[in-house]
């Protein structure tokens, strides 16, 4: 155990992104929830992967504006596609949200199997790398995240249809991907909203921000001090939070 381990200046700023993420993702987490479209996701996320797989096998710069369009590009077209397929096949919607998910992960297998460093950039697309969010990241995802935040609350998404949702949910899992990695993406959205299932409006979200933050922040604690893998650990410790938010609740009576 590394007590000294706990330097803000390289915990801090992977906090700020984790607090970043937050924001768009609990409101969003709860709309999956609702929705019954758990896996969305995921799916998203890693078709958002995949775009950065197929930018980075072209030999663009990593990490780059370039790579951030290509991400946003496959996401976005995953959004187009997850309209259509919920406008044809909505009583199916579920399991091909599932197959899109698994087309895009053995996608991105196949890019990376001539590549000498393919599993390491495999690992870094699940788990992310949040201790190494720079400042320029951070800008990039509060920008976007704002917008996104600023869609949500005018009722964007309602005005644009069933593509507004897809849309914007692939713009959020976009700007967070990279950062934080698909596993902390899909735990970002969904443990907080389940956590809080019991609850409605700001109460909810209260309640499930506050399980976010602090799972995050004793997840980048714990990982520091027992030098272990940030992204898993976060996982793990909003899970936990998750659970003892979940037993803590009492739900809500209707007179």
Known sequence: MN??????N??????????????????????VLDRGIVFIDLAIAQIAGLGVIAANALGLPEGGFYVQLAAAIAALLGALLLTW?????AHHQEALIGVMFILAACGGILLLANNPHGGEHLQDLLVGQILWVNTTQLWWLGGLSSFIVIALWRNWIQKLGRFGFYAIFAL???ASVQLVGVYLVFSSLIIPALATRGDSGFRRYRKAYITGVIGYGAGLALSAVLDLPSGAVIVWTLAVCGLITAMLSKPQTTS
């Open 172 to 174: 959020a899992v976009t």
């Open 85 to 89: 397929t919920e406008r044809r096949m």
């Open 3 to 8: 007590l000294s381990a706990l330097d803000w």
């Open 10 to 31: 390289i915990l801090g700023p992977a906090f700020i992104a984790g607090l970043i993420v937050l924001v768009t993702h609990v409101p969003l987490g709860t709309q």
